[in-house]
């Protein structure tokens, strides 16, 4: 059973350009959280969703940012017109229930 | 508003020895979790340990204790035998009962030098 599935692990962008991000849950997960780590810090939470839900979305900046997770492939979050306050790693979870979440390895996101 | 205190922004500790990371939290919810989790320079986050706030004995796995004070709103990681591969972030996180995310800590750094 593999793990949570995150790409790019990389990812450089210009200022104004679009980032997306995918995450792929473990098999069977149908929660998915994303999360936010900015240099220093402690994780934040985003978003979290379930299949072609957006349960939570109180962590997510009001605009630029959207997250979706589709009946079929990967949730993604996209970042539009990002700035350089966006680069940060940027971490998604699944679990099958709330009492354990399986991480993914990030992507840093690095906006020049 | 819960909020998740990790007071040694670094630690260190001689292999083979005992060290105890330190964490507080608060929260006015009874039912909550309490998860210790490991960051190495990989970036992956690992699951170390967690605890239910309703259980008054503290977990355990293998290596790694918790201390649960839960009138003190502490939440200490105790980790016995240290190893060359402990060495890494160590994020002290709640899950709020009824909510579907988790507050971190800023973290703590471990050092374990052989």
């Known amino acids: 059973n593999a793990g949570v599935m995150q790409n790019p692990r990389h990812l450089v962008r210009r200022r104004g350009q679009e980032a997306r991000l995918r995450c792929s849950p473990m098999?069977?997960?149908?929660?998915v959280y994303w999360y936010r780590q900015l240099p220093e810090e402690g994780l934040k939470f985003m978003v979290y969703?379930?299949?072609?839900?957006?349960?939570?979305e109180s962590g997510m900046p009001k605009e630029r940012f959207s997250a979706e997770f589709p009946k079929e492939g990967p949730s993604i979050l996209r970042i539009q017109q990002v700035v350089r306050g966006d680069s940060a790693a940027y971490f998604c979870?699944?679990?099958?229930?709330?009492?354990?979440?399986?991480f993914g390895s990030g992507t840093q996101l690095s906006v020049l | 508003a819960q909020t998740v205190t990790q007071s040694q922004p670094e630690m260190s500790v001689q292999e083979a020895e005992t060290v105890t990371l330190s964490c507080t939290y608060d929260?006015?919810?009874?039912?909550?979790?309490l998860f210790w989790y490991k960051q190495p320079p990989s970036r992956q986050m690992i699951l170390v340990i967690r605890?239910?706030?309703?259980?008054?004995q503290n977990a355990t796995e293998n290596r790694f204790s918790v201390n649960f004070q839960k009138a003190a709103k502490s939440f200490s990681l105790k980790i016995s035998d240290s190893q060359l591969g402990d060495a890494a972030m160590y994020f002290c996180?709640?899950?709020?009962?009824?909510?579907?995310?988790?507050?971190f800590g800023k973290g703590t750094k471990l050092t374990v030098n052989p």
């Open positions: 605890q239910e706030a309703y259980k008054q």
């Open positions: 929260t006015s919810e009874s039912d909550y979790y």
């Open positions: 979870a699944s679990s099958p229930s709330r009492e354990k979440l399986f």
């Open positions: 996180a709640l899950d709020q009962g009824g909510s579907e995310k988790l507050v």
């Open positions: 969703l379930q299949k072609e839900n957006i349960i939570d």
């Open positions: 098999k069977g997960h149908s929660h």
